[in-house]
């Protein structure tokens, strides 16, 4: 069993942060407020630029880095925002006043990659596998996340977290436990999928991770900007009540989804695309299709119900509608408690 303490430890060196915890870049949901006020808790905040363009993509930076003094980081796509992303890119290094940190969700490409850590910020990369982690690793990431299906999103792989992070590789030294060895550089790894308080923190850690992301645990907080009837959905359900679904495929295809459970999900064949709500996607007005990916903001009108209500399978630990602030308080002391009851815990007398 790796030591928690010292996991958690490199996996705040790599981020830049007092507690290593990412909170996710949801497009849409997670905006300004909820990422300044993640950082401002000391783990690392996450303003998403989903499909923005290169004056939005700033805007949303500079309001983020308006909010908050500290580290944060910056959501891109790749495969979502396509002839876009270098535009997103660049206005992260136009706009930034600080280091940041550049979370991609899937590979960057390598020209994109080099430019953000050639201005000193940091590079974290959301992967499926362990192979795209050491492709992470060459590109200079400086940590990697390990989706497993329990997350709620959209999916970068098939399996399990846990069975990702027993293929890292065994011969690691110990004080490289939850490193990633790769091109010869070594990388923390953190994982993503149901972790929903200190104590899922505090097991992934022992399991050999040095952090995790979690979108589930911040979708319901105050500062969300979430619909408030999928913030209440989210709050009542239960891990059983979400499922890994292709249909919400609109906008974003190839990958697997996993959602709360509704009508669309459970229909025996997919329901007709017929516009089921209105919504505001970087200021515009558009109406939303039945299938759309697209998660029900506070701007949206119409069957929320219907639409794409992301959800892992810690949502069952998410039971109230709290400040983030207080979200990451409590993963801290959760985890503490966790590390005083841990048989690595230290003796006092």
Not at 54 to 64: F, K, N, W
């Amino acid at each position: 069993m790796a030591d928690p303490e010292e996991a958690a430890a490199r996996g705040c060196r790599a981020l830049g942060v007092d507690f290593p915890l990412v909170q996710a870049g949801m497009g849409g949901i997670a905006g300004p407020a909820l990422a300044a006020a993640v950082s401002d808790a000391g783990a690392l905040g996450t303003v998403a630029l989903y499909r923005s363009d290169h004056g939005q993509a700033g805007a949303l930076v500079a309001e983020t880095a308006r909010r908050t003094p500290r580290t944060f980081g910056v959501n891109v796509i790749p495969e979502v925002a396509g002839r876009l992303l270098p535009e997103q890119i660049r206005a992260l290094l136009d706009t930034a006043d600080r280091p940041l940190l550049l979370n991609s969700y899937g590979l960057p490409p390598q020209p994109q990659a080099a430019a953000v850590l050639g201005a000193g910020h940091r590079l974290l990369v959301q992967v499926g596998s362990v192979a795209e982690a050491a492709t992470a690793a060459a590109l200079g990431a400086h940590a990697v996340v390990l989706q497993g299906v329990e997350a709620g999103g959209h999916h970068l792989g098939d399996r399990p977290v846990g069975e990702l992070l027993g293929e890292l590789p065994g011969e690691l030294p110990g004080e490289l436990s939850g490193e990633l060895s790769a091109c010869g550089l070594e990388v923390p790894v953190l994982v993503a999928g149901a972790v929903a308080t200190g104590g899922d923190l505090h097991s992934a850690l022992c399991a050999g991770a040095s952090g995790a992301l979690c979108g589930t645990a911040f979708v319901a907080t105050r500062e969300s900007a979430a619909h408030a009837e999928y913030k209440r959905a989210l709050i009542r359900a239960e891990g059983s009540d979400t499922v890994v679904s292709d249909r919400f495929s609109i906008g974003w295809p190839g990958r697997p989804h996993r959602v709360l459970r509704s009508p669309v999900t459970d229909a025996a064949e997919p329901l007709p695309a017929v516009f089921v709500a209105w919504t505001t996607v970087m200021g515009d007005r558009r109406p939303v299709p039945r299938g759309s990916a697209a998660a029900p903001t506070v701007e949206a009108e119409g069957a929320v119900a219907e639409m794409a209500r992301y959800a892992g399978l810690g949502c069952g630990r998410v039971t109230a509608m709290e400040p983030a602030g207080q979200v990451v308080a409590r993963f801290r002391a959760e985890f503490r408690a966790a590390l005083a009851d841990s048989p690595t815990a230290p003796a006092h007398g």
